[in-house]
């Protein structure tokens, strides 16, 4: 099992950047895929973006393409969301996901697929 804490988040203009991070306690990070989520009020929890549990490999929402990029250190147990480029569309409540991968290279995009989720960090962008 493991924990996730996320952390970076607040308010910031159109145009600016944050980076998110997510810290991972327990067993095995390295054996867990990761992903972003983010939920606007009134809507549906929304893919972000994924990655391997190697790091190889790495998907993003077509809403954030070339402006954010996730990352992993699994030396330091975390995962990391880099946000460039932020739009007023991109506030919400991100959340950290995590699950236990059998397989190197594969990401998982949807919220059902994972097991474990942080409390979330509030992204606020003004315009």
Do not use: H
Not at 61 to 76: E, M, Q, Y
């Amino acid at each position: 099992q493991v924990q996730l804490v996320e952390s970076g988040g607040g308010l910031v203009q159109a145009g600016g950047s944050l980076r998110l991070s997510c810290a991972a306690s327990g067993r095995s990070f390295s054996d867990y895929a990761m992903g972003w989520f983010r939920q606007a009020p009134g809507k549906e929890r929304d893919f972000v973006a994924a990655i391997s549990k190697s790091g190889g490999n790495t998907n993003l929402a077509d809403s954030v393409k070339g402006r954010f990029t996730i990352s992993r250190d699994i030396a330091k147990n975390a995962v990391y969301l880099q946000m460039n480029s932020l739009k007023p569309e991109d506030t919400a409540v991100y959340y950290c996901a995590g699950r236990g991968s059998a397989f190197v290279n594969t990401y998982y995009v949807g919220a059902s697929e994972y097991e474990y989720w942080g409390q979330g960090t509030q992204v606020t962008v003004s315009s």
